[in-house]
């Protein structure tokens, strides 16, 4: 759990900062280097808020057992077998469908 609240709390704070970014670049009178360095730290938090979201949507696509052409989802499972073996497969992950 709380590495949701961590995940959740990276993704505000940087998307904060990335706003804060904008705003400093848009209105501020500060020099060109500086205006340099604080392009590449938004660039650098866009595509971290860019992974975030992306994680999200997979967790909701597996989820929600469809993905964005409504099929369902298969994921790769292992297991244990009564015989103390791992054994490999594919389950669907559709409501009412998922393995216990």
């Known amino acids: 759990m709380a590495t949701k609240k961590n995940s959740a709390q990276k993704f505000e704070t940087s998307l904060k900062e990335l ?4 705003r400093e670049l848009e209105n501020s009178q500060i020099d060109l280097d500086e205006h340099l360095k604080l392009y590449e730290k938004g660039i650098r938090l866009i595509h971290s808020c860019q992974t975030s979201l992306k994680e999200a949507e997979q967790k909701i696509q597996i989820l929600s057992g469809q993905d964005l052409s409504g099929d369902p989802i298969l994921e790769n ?24």
Not at 82 to 96: D, I, R, Y
């Open 19 to 22: 706003e804060d970014i904008v």
């Open 77 to 100: 499972f292992e297991h244990q077998s009564t015989e103390g073996k791992a054994q490999q497969g594919l389950f669907s992950v559709e409501k009412g469908n998922s393995p216990d």
